[in-house]
């Protein structure tokens, strides 16, 4: 897959198959969407391409909505789209400028004129241009005009619930691992670097890798316990991952942590990845560390039944 980090670099395609949006998650619905470009590329002889945007548009229009947070940082969703085949990915920056184009500009300058589009894949609810002007409706009547055909995607349902990147951040910030993971297709993961903690957890038999995610708009589960699988020198382990202000030692940050069961290699600074599988419990403050040590024992049985 070839990533393009502005529209200007991107060279128009004889026949270039399109879809369009921000893909948080990468989750059924869009891959419903994908899978359809892909099986019109190989009919038609094609390439796919993907537009998407960073940052998110949210983030522009509406900068008072400082807790916006993204299921995927760009880099995890590249790597997911690149896995389902796609071609070329064009990572446009957003800005207030690019929103104030009208519908048609857009379609005629960035759709036609940029990538070259002969078939455009959307989902029913698509909506573009200034004040979100367009939409499938507008898309249908200058298919025509410019030389491209318009392929509707519906909603995908699971459950009879739409699935969708809000549903799915709801679910995560609740602890519904197992939810979000249905409607995503694939765990639930974050990337990040292992950071040098203050090495609590060793004193007290369960030592932990502290994980730091450095993109800020990358959105962290419900705070709690949780069966893992972490991937680190591409090698995958079971483990017990934590996400909390550890109430039982007073702490005063928010960590991101994993006990990873039978490993006692030096990891600091190498990176990680953490695979959230299921919840176990909430996190809670204990009188002493033995108190919490116990519950450590406890909730180690119930991931290791959790991943057996």
Known sequence: MKIYHHIDEF?????????????????????KIINRITELAKDTGGETVILTF???????LHPEEQDIRMINTMAEKAELLEKLGVDHLIITPFSRDFSNQTAEEYVRN??????GTKKIVIGYDHRFGKDRQGGL???QRWGPVYGFEVIEIHEQDIHDVAVSST???KALLSGDIDLANEFLG????????VNRGDQIGRQIGYPTANILVEESYKLIPADGIFAVRVEVNGQKHNGMGYIGHRPTINGMTRNTEVNIFDFNEDIYTQPIRMEFLHYVRGDMKFDSLEQLQLQLGRDKETVMKMLS
């Open 11 to 31: 060279k128009p395609l004889k026949n270039a198959i399109v879809t369009i949006g921000t893909f948080d998650g990468v989750h059924l619905g869009h891959r």
């Open 137 to 139: 409706p507008e898309l």
């Open 54 to 60: 960073f940052p998110h548009p949210r983030m522009i």
């Open 167 to 169: 549903r799915i951040r």
């Open 110 to 115: 960035i759709l036609v004129e940029k990538i």
């Open 186 to 193: 694939y765990p639930f993961f974050i990337t990040g670097k």
